[in-house]
């Protein structure tokens, strides 16, 4: 019998299923049960071809559209995703293996709330009116053209419309495509997005490995890329886009920073690193890997993070009782593992987990290392995984430079009951996406993404819209042209 997680084909084109079965088959597995639940094939050239012909019709239609009748149809795809945020949760679950407890509430909601704030803002995208005495400068706000979008497996819906959301709104088409862990949910983002009205072509989506994502970048039919991945992977898209001038957006990887201070409020600040390191099994871009734990506080806050850590639920992820759930892939469980040796060979202070847990499924225990110093490969690398490291400090200067020393610059957390030093030591980070006594709270309202080697431009707020969007400016003059001869 067909798994009900298997979709009705591949791709999702010119507002329809297509399937084309001279592709590379890409298996998609349950990470619970291991179990093969559904088969995509990789889109051949003719696929890539189909999806950008179409995306390059469509636009011409869409961008003609007035902003409101666009936002329009982002808000009804919102409503949609709400009604039918359960099953989209059951299917985020079968395609990660993430629990329905995390499901349920953070990624067909996130999708709805950037479709729902996109689709308000759409019809405000305007441009200005300079005055120049007589004469005068207008701009007009235009959309780019076709947008490639490439997600990650980490949020494969959330991914799918924060990036199809303020791309739809401005007036772009866009060609998605999931990564091959993940290929479920972006078809239903598509199919639900046509439902809601979208004319056929504005948005597509099409399966494959790097190797489909490289064709679409350098394709000449395209004029931004928006990825998220790693910064191996951003480099290489990134260079590839710029050979042709085309707009990225590069969402990438991070070893953020978590700071908590002596006075901070223990519980809070514990409760930050476990959503910091071990939501969605560590597998977030934006974790706080580093823990740096000024040395005042330090076994307090290690005992009580063991404690509550050892509340996690690890299980079936679709019982909603089920706080913690397996790697996504085999693969990315035995990456994890590697990284857990390592720190237990370069001698970190094993405080909880350190070993698959005993029961089927992907699972890494959560785990903690205590005693981790700066030149630690812990320290040092996105491990992706659920495994937090907690660095001791004795002063904000030297957490400060600490924390700093680094290629990436996603994100950064200070937890402090002094404000003013809260402010000053956020001021001094290097980070994109920051956090004041929390962690990783990431609302569309707000701008995410990171400095350094953690990306370029940003995600979700008004911020997207310039990253989605080029500006026209026309100088009218009302006198006489005067010229030198
Ligand atoms: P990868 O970098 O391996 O892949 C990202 C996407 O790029 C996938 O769809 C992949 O396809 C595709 N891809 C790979 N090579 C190329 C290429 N040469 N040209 C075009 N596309 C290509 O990342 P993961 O999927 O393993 O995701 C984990 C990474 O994503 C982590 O580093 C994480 O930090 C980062 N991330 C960043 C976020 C952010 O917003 N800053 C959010 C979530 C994750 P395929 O996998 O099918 O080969």
Redesign the pocket.
């Known amino acids: 019998m067909t798994h009900p997680a298997q979709p009705k084909a591949s791709h999702f084109i010119n507002g329809e299923y297509v399937e084309d079965t001279g592709g590379t088959p890409i298996p998609v597995i349950y990470a619970y049960s291991g179990e093969q639940i559904a088969t995509v094939y990789a889109a051949t050239p003719a696929i890539v071809d189909a999806a950008l012909e179409s995306a390059k019709a469509g636009q011409k239609i869409w961008a003609k559209m007035s902003g409101t009748e666009r936002g329009r149809v982002l808000r009804r795809a919102a409503d949609i995703m709400r009604e039918r945020n359960y099953d989209l949760s059951v299917l985020e679950t079968y395609d990660t293996g993430k629990p329905m407890q995390e499901t349920l509430v953070a990624d067909a909601t996130s999708g709805a709330d950037a479709l729902e704030y996109f689709g308000g803002l759409a019809g405000s995208l305007t441009g200005e009116h300079i005055p120049m005495g007589e004469d005068w400068v207008y701009t007009i706000r235009e959309a780019l053209g076709v947008c490639v979008g ?6 494969p819906t959330q ?1 799918a419309c924060w990036k199809g959301a303020p791309a739809l709104a401005c007036g772009n088409s866009m060609v998605f ?5 993940t290929p479920l949910c972006a078809l239903k983002v598509a199919e639900i997005l046509f439902e809601a009205g979208l004319p056929a072509g504005v948005y597509n989506v099409v399966q ?3 190797e489909v ?2 064709a ?2 350098t394709d000449p039919r395209v004029d931004k890329v928006s ?8 480099k ?2 990134y260079a ?1 886009a710029a050979a042709d001038m085309k707009h990225v957006t590069m ?4 070893k953020s920073p978590m700071i908590v201070f002596d006075d901070a409020d223990i519980d809070n600040a514990v409760g930050g690193a476990i959503n910091g390191n071990f939501y969605s099994s560590g597998q ?3 974790n706080g890997t580093r823990v740096f734990v000024q040395k005042g506080i330090k076994e307090k806050f290690l005992a009580r993070l063991a404690e509550r850590v050892g509340n996690a639920v690890l299980g079936d992820p679709m019982d909603e009782a089920t706080s913690f759930g397996p790697m996504v892939t085999q693969n990315q469980m035995d990456i994890v593992m590697g990284y857990v040796e390592k720190g237990k060979a370069e001698g970190a202070r094993l405080i909880c987990g350190g070993k698959r847990a005993d029961m089927d499924g992907f699972f890494i225990e959560p785990t903690v290392f205590a005693d981790v110093t700066d030149d630690m490969t812990i320290a040092r690398e ?1 491990i ?1 995984g659920p495994v937090m490291s907690v660095l001791d400090f004795d002063t904000e200067e030297e957490v400060v430079a600490r924390a700093n020393d680094t290629e990436f610059g ?1 994100s950064a957390g200070v937890f402090t009951k002094d404000f003013t030093r809260a402010h000053r030591v956020i001021g001094n980070l290097e980070a994109g996406s920051c956090f004041i006594n929390s962690y990783n709270d990431a609302p569309v309202e707000a701008p ?3 400095v350094k080697a ?2 370029v431009g940003r ?1 979700n707020s008004k911020e997207a819209i310039k990253h989605f969007s080029q500006v026209k400016s026309v100088y009218v003059r009302m006198g006489d042209v005067e010229a030198a001869f």
């Open positions: 490439i997600g990650a497996w980490n949020y991914i495509k999931p990564s091959e862990t494959g490995m790097g994502g490289g679409l970048v990825l998220t991945g790693s910064v191996p992977t951003g290489k898209v590839a969402e990438l990887g991070g977030v871009c934006s996105e992706f996603l995410f993404g990171g953690s990306g995600e």
